[in-house]
């Protein structure tokens, strides 16, 4: 075979021979700079929308207590802290209820339970938020007024914790939820953490005379701790973002109280409540930047959580490297 | 006491808090299972009732008026979600060819991070940037809006499947395909991608059913609608918005009816997804 002269020499004005290449490339190129771009305008409008709020109070009004849209008073530290607590004491329940049932899965379950749990569990995480709203409105909610929230309140009831009337929804109602909600997240990526453990960690500790639990408690969980721990952050950042089922069991009341009978509030569902009813340029503009604010809180968490994941391997950095 | 004997008896010991933790693991998955049956029995229960051909087929009646269905939030739904894959899949698909073929590099670095805290933004905060961006700037509500913030909530789903999709994909395909001489466009778009086009479609359909189920965008974006409307330029209804409106009405009806749409919707979630993974890959990715 001869290679026609043309194909060696290239003149200037030639169109480049990989020109399908460049164009093809550059497209590709261009939709993964659109999501850099979506992330700089949603942080661009985040920040636009709420300078009205920003110039008049700063952030000084994240720790005021007082919520009373109608004298332009913005106190979102009963949101904040509903947002806190809610979150946190989800993570209580769901985090140890997380770890105990990925190590099921992962350690101890037979392979035909297995499968068909993991899947469960991820259903779990598929269904609509609303839905799990819907539930706690109308099956959590009657439960906890009457057997038993009363039942804590005569029995517990010298404790500021249940020394309040029992109404269903309220903080109580939405820590549960939320529990239910950040579950299958939190088993799912302990699970993956359990399971990238090498195996002969296991034997070595079986062949000391370790019985199974030991095995797991003392060696392959602390293996796996990084892990569990970004698990647990991404639960917690599910929790602190979560927004409809929140807003419909927890009460929606500006106010702080320790009991855990009473409505509360949270960041989320303060927006998803009062936006469209925001009648003012500067009520807009604060809840706005209460979005700004539960933005940066969940991007922190999602940002240590991904750091404590990666360092599991096994994952797309390792494919990389 | 003997020497043995206190061997004997921390043994025995250690036995018991092996079987009895074993026992609280298994205890733990069980309760997670039920949390789920708890849901979806009173979901299937309750809604079931709620249930018939006027469901599906017309529209909400007012308060006190028998009758009437959601015919017109099950189109929304399905008109909002169009929009929104409209919107995800060209640049998720873009993106993910891009991090899995030319991505070996700081700037990819950059765009896998992004996507996975796009991936972790409230649903709430990303209805404010839908009603700010488009929303106030239009000065009504409508579903293209309401698309674009579904679109957006899909995108880190859609881009980080098909990356490792195609990352699955043999390189001995490339270089077959490259030593046949295709130049580089032709052997991603006619050979790893179609070696890998069952798993990526998997991945979309398991994002489009995810964000299906959302609401918290769609309160700025679609605002919701009682009457008949295809104008993609007004508010219009969705199932998970009118399950919203429904469930937090004073009226017992209506809340017979969120029932019933809550049925609808989760229904056609998990059954999506449910058969997104029994025809794609044997185990889906969380």
Redesign the interface.
């Given at each position: 075979m001869t290679l026609s002269p043309r194909a060696i020499t290239r003149r200037a004005w030639d169109l480049p021979r990989?020109l399908?290449?460049v164009?093809?490339?550059g497209?590709?190129?261009?939709?993964?700079?659109?999501?850099?771009a979506?992330?700089a305008?949603?942080v661009y409008?985040?920040y636009?929308?709420s300078r009205l709020g920003l110039a008049r109070y700063g952030f000084r009004f994240l720790l005021d207590q007082t919520w009373d849209p109608v004298f332009e008073e913005f106190g979102a530290l009963p949101a904040i802290y509903g947002t806190v607590v809610s979150s946190l004491l989800a993570l209580a329940v769901a985090g140890?209820?997380?770890l105990?049932?990925s190590?099921?899965?992962a350690e101890?379950?037979p392979r035909w339970l297995e499968a068909p749990?993991s899947?469960?569990?991820?259903?779990?995480?598929?269904?609509?938020?609303?839905?799990?709203?819907?539930?706690g409105?109308?099956?959590l909610a009657p439960i906890l007024r009457q057997p038993v929230g009363s039942s804590f309140r005569n029995t517990l009831g010298f404790l500021s914790l249940f020394s309040c009337i029992p109404l269903g929804i309220g903080m109580l109602a939405a820590v549960i939820i939320l529990a239910?909600m950040i579950?299958?997240?939190i088993?799912?990526?302990a699970r993956d953490g359990l399971r990238a453990v090498p195996n002969d960690q296991r034997e070595a500790m079986l062949a000391l005379g370790a019985?199974?639990?030991?095995t797991i408690?003392r060696v392959v969980v602390p293996y796996a701790r990084s892990g569990i721990i970004g698990g647990l952050m991404l639960g917690l950042?599910r929790a602190?973002?979560?927004?409809?089922a929140v807003t419909?069991v927890i009460g929606n009341r500006p106010e702080i109280s320790a009991c855990l009978f009473n409505p509360a509030y949270t960041l989320?569902s303060l927006?998803?409540n009062e936006?469209?009813e925001a009648t003012y340029d500067l009520y807009v503009s604060v809840?706005?930047e209460l979005?700004l604010v539960?933005?940066g809180v969940?991007?922190l968490?999602?940002?240590l959580a991904?750091l404590l994941v990666s360092r599991v391997g096994g994952g797309?950095e390792e494919?990389?490297a | 006491m003997s020497k043995t004997g206190d061997r004997d008896t921390a043994y025995a010991r250690?036995?018991l808090?092996?079987y009895l933790?074993?026992g609280?693991?298994?205890?733990?998955?069980t309760?997670?299972?039920v949390?789920?049956a708890?849901?979806?029995g009173?979901?299937a229960l309750?809604g079931f009732s709620a249930l018939n051909t006027d469901f599906f087929l017309h529209l909400p009646t007012p308060v006190g008026v028998a009758g009437g269905g959601i015919a017109n939030a099950i189109v929304g739904s399905f008109i909002v979600v169009g929009l929104a894959t409209l919107f995800a899949l060209?640049?998720?698909?873009?993106?993910g060819?891009?991090?899995s073929?030319?991505?070996?590099n700081r700037?990819?670095d950059?765009?896998?991070?992004?996507?996975?805290?796009?991936?972790?933004?409230?649903?709430?905060?990303m209805?404010?940037?839908a009603?700010?961006?488009i929303v106030a700037r239009q000065r009504h509500f409508s579903a293209p809006s309401a698309g674009f913030a579904l679109g957006?909530m899909m995108?880190?789903a859609i881009?980080r499947t098909t990356?490792?999709m195609l990352?699955l994909v043999p390189d001995s395909l490339r270089e077959g395909a490259l030593a046949l001489g295709l130049?580089?466009?032709?052997t991603?778009?006619s050979v790893v991608v179609p070696t890998a086009a069952r798993g990526v479609l998997t991945g979309v359909v398991?994002a489009i059913?995810?964000v299906?189920?959302?609401?918290?965008p769609l309160?700025?974006t679609t605002?919701g609608n009682p009457f008949w409307n295809v104008d993609i330029n007004q508010p219009i209804a969705t199932l998970?918005h009118t399950?919203?409106t429904y469930?937090?009405s004073p009226y017992d009806d209506w809340?017979a009816k969120?029932?019933g749409t809550?049925l609808v919707?989760?229904a056609l979630?998990?059954v999506t997804?449910?058969l997104a993974?029994r025809f794609g890959r044997p185990r889906?990715v969380?």
């Open positions: 990989n399908g290449d164009i093809f490339r497209w590709a190129w261009l939709m993964a700079a659109t999501i850099l979506l992330i305008l949603l409008e985040l636009a929308g140890p209820l997380g105990l049932s190590i099921f899965l101890l379950a749990l899947l469960l569990i991820e259903l779990l995480a598929s269904i609509p938020s609303v839905v799990y709203g819907l539930w409105l109308f099956v239910i579950l299958p997240y088993t799912a990526v019985t199974r639990w030991e408690w950042g602190v973002g979560e927004t409809m419909m989320a927006i998803a936006f469209t809840l706005i979005g539960l933005f969940t991007l968490l999602n940002a991904r797309l494919r990389q | 250690r036995k808090i092996n933790m074993i609280v693991t298994a205890l733990s998955a309760l997670a299972v949390a789920l708890a849901v979806l009173y979901v309750n060209p640049i998720g698909l873009g993106a060819i891009y991090l073929e030319f991505g070996d700037f990819g950059l765009v896998r991070y992004l996507a996975d805290v796009l991936s972790g933004v409230p649903s709430i905060v209805g404010i940037f009603y700010t961006l957006v995108l880190p881009t990356e490792e990352c130049p580089r466009w032709r991603t778009v398991l059913a995810r299906a189920g959302e609401t918290a309160l700025f605002f998970p399950l919203f469930a937090i809340r969120a029932w809550a919707l989760a979630v998990l997804s449910l993974r889906g969380a």
